[in-house]
């Protein structure tokens, strides 16, 4: 959507002679893009943390893990 979006904005460039009101219009409608971008690329790394910590979990819960962390700990406490 964005795409269709930059694509719009970009073909709807203010000419040297258009209204003021126009040119502010693109104007705020550029910066909303950049606005959008933002969001987006701090969704992405959201997400991409997101991934990161599930599998991360999903290491930590594995059986074969538990039971190193286990015989660790008691050997550490002398158990």
Do not use: C, F
Not at 40 to 49: G, N
Request: proline share 4%; hydrophobic share 35%; aromatic share 4%.
């Amino acid at each position: 959507m964005t795409w269709r979006l930059r694509q719009r904005v970009r073909a709807w460039r203010p000419s040297a002679g258009a209204p003021q009101g126009e040119r502010d219009l693109i104007e705020r409608v550029q910066h909303l893009e950049s606005i959008v971008e933002g969001l987006q690329d701090a969704v992405y790394r959201q997400a991409q943390k997101h991934d990161r910590d599930i599998a991360e979990l999903r290491n930590r819960t594995d059986p074969a893990e538990i039971a190193r962390a286990l015989s660790e700990d008691a050997r550490r406490r002398g158990l």
